[in-house]
């Protein structure tokens, strides 16, 4: 039980393990690939976080300067892992700066990758640049610049947030529905309008998937506090009349062509699995499932198990998830560990 | 460090929270106010589980053994707490059946309460003895009797699933959302057709929130692979003919009037908060948040915080859950309990 627990990614999970471990007397290294922790929140720069409403930097930072301060917790930032060997108990993990780790156990905490709008190329990113992504208007807010058309800096007036960008859409491969956008779609909306309140907002959904209680905290409250409004449509393409971008569509509830101008139209931007994931599954030698995140089984016995006894997998890393699942994903990663190696010193003794 | 941790119910939050603790070899009590462990997947008779396919009484009957078998955790059933005093570290809880039990802290797991759908009786429930709900039909799986009209015994040709019964009803004073009904439902839609071949099978919905992964596995599949017919619709009522149940509502998408006759109309009924939840806020003097369920504080410090240091609660007494969430933030709620003691050590060392 000497041999620290190797968590890969210091995001929302890997910072829950860590700290899980840490509590009970455990270590850990935390290896992440970018040049500090905190994980997409804290890296793509978000702003206030669903559904507390604390800023990113904050919670996110948080996190991590609980376990920087932590002595059991270690981290190798700037670095992935480029071999990993072994048994459970005793795993042996090469580093891309040359350094090694005995290991106990792995648990990939490695996230996931935000989807890249240009892959979408009738939605008019890339080509106006007052098409943006939900990450784009997070920075807008976090930075504390505001909610500006990237063209000229004026406050847009009209704005188009564009749900499932990214998901939902079998035509380029992503079938899987990203869980969360719909909910941070409404809080951008929210936050716009409460910056701008002179600005009119619309949500173009498939589906609106504000589940459990963020129904109330979200989708009522946009609708009814903040004057957000909701339209059930598919959109066929974003174009621009040479002063306004022009959403063109069909709304579905009444059957009707819609051309709307806007200001600035919001792609809410899905979860893609981490495009290192073939690399990932090959090191550790584990499977992904039919879309390519980490493949986990149940979470019945030792929960967040992949397929590789010893190596286990938290937070989106297996699938578009919440921040708040992710780190409660985090801490039952970490007590998978404890409990596989006290049934092996069980068996043992 | 040497008192046990109090756990209020055995359902898979619970369960979960049990076996961590005893893991890090912590004692847990378990309270339970039924006669056995499993909480609402066992005592509900529920069948296969979203989204492993595995059995609920496999399943959760596994997590149920596990801590049966563990010599840390024992367990009060057919008990209650009514009375919980002292603070943190120090606690002091009396049990219906007059025990008084020392704990450190208490996790609060006290789950749900199904919705009643006498409570919207415009839908049949109760009126027309084949109007029933996903629990009657997650029995009638389970029990092995294959799903059979009540009033008769006969094979269903034609099922109507409602979906949002007791859900985003302001009407009936349930706004939030139940998380799980529209992926429950797909599960027994592909059930049915799978032990009925010949029977036809609708859900009418609002919006289907198959979220994350279960949009390929449960919504895709469902339509593809086991053709349940999906539609958006308003139902407004669930009457009779003297032979078939007739729904009768709108369809929202082609905008007509829908007027259908079943063999059994199955109500996805909702969560709501624990009928006992008044009583637990007040035992254990911690807040119930706007809708009754118990009120937690955000992830990224001691998760699972209630409103009174030293309680903590996880599971669908927060809010509609999973099984996956609960067991995850069971796991991570027993983290939180022993943080919270290290850092009270820490600070007296």
Redesign the interface.
Same mark, same amino acid.
Do not use: N
């Given at each position: 039980m000497s041999k620290p627990v190797l968590i890969v990614g210091g995001g929302p999970a890997g910072l829950?393990a860590a700290?899980?471990l840490a509590? =009970?007397g455990k270590s850990a290294v935390i290896v992440e690939k970018e040049d500090r922790l905190g994980g997409t929140p804290i890296l793509s720069g978000y702003a206030k976080l669903v559904p507390?409403g $604390?800023w990113a930097k904050d919670?996110?930072g948080?996190?991590v300067k609980?376990v920087e301060d932590e002595p059991l917790v270690s981290a190798e930032t700037s670095a992935t892992v480029t071999a990993f060997d072994g048994t459970p108990g005793n795993f042996h993990a090469t580093l891309s700066n040359g350094k090694k780790i005995e290991a106990e156990a792995a648990i990939l905490c490695t996230g996931f990758t935000h989807f890249d709008s240009v892959n979408k190329p009738e939605w008019g990113f890339g080509m106006f640049p007052d098409v943006v992504t939900t990450t784009q208007v997070e920075q807008m807010i976090s930075s504390g610049q505001g909610v500006r058309c990237p063209s000229d800096g004026r406050k847009p007036q009209r704005v188009a947030i564009l749900l499932c960008v990214g998901s939902?859409d079998r035509q380029i491969g992503r079938?899987?529905?990203?869980?969360i956008c719909c909910t941070v779609s409404s809080n951008i909306a929210m936050e716009i309008r409460e910056e701008l309140p002179d600005c009119h907002v619309y949500i173009y959904y498939m589906?609106?998937? *504000?589940?459990?209680? %963020?129904? *109330?905290k979200y989708y009522?409250r946009s609708q009814e506090e903040f004057k957000v409004k909701y339209i059930k449509a598919r959109i066929a393409e974003v174009t621009s009349d040479g002063e306004k971008l022009i959403v063109k569509g069909e709304d579905?509830? =009444?059957?009707r062509p819609i051309t709307i101008p806007f200001d600035m139209v919001v792609h809410a931007i899905g979860m893609d699995p981490n495009v290192d994931n073939p690399e990932i599954a090959q090191v550790f030698g584990v499977d992904l $499932?039919?879309?390519g995140?980490l493949d986990v089984g149940? *979470? %019945?016995?030792a929960?967040a198990q992949t397929s590789r006894p010893g190596v286990y997998a938290a937070g989106a890393s297996t699938?578009?998830?919440t921040?708040?699942?992710s780190? @409660?994903?985090g801490?039952?990663a @970490?007590?998978?560990v404890?409990?596989a190696a006290?049934e092996v010193l069980s068996k043992t003794a």
């Open positions: 829950a700290h899980s509590t =009970v507390t $604390e919670a996110i948080g996190m609980r939902r079938e899987w529905c990203s869980k589906d609106i998937r *504000t589940f459990g209680l %963020y129904e *109330t009522w579905t509830l =009444v059957k $499932e039919s879309h995140h149940h *979470t %019945y016995g929960m699938g578009p998830e921040i708040d699942d780190i @409660a994903q801490h039952a @970490a007590m998978a404890l409990s006290k």
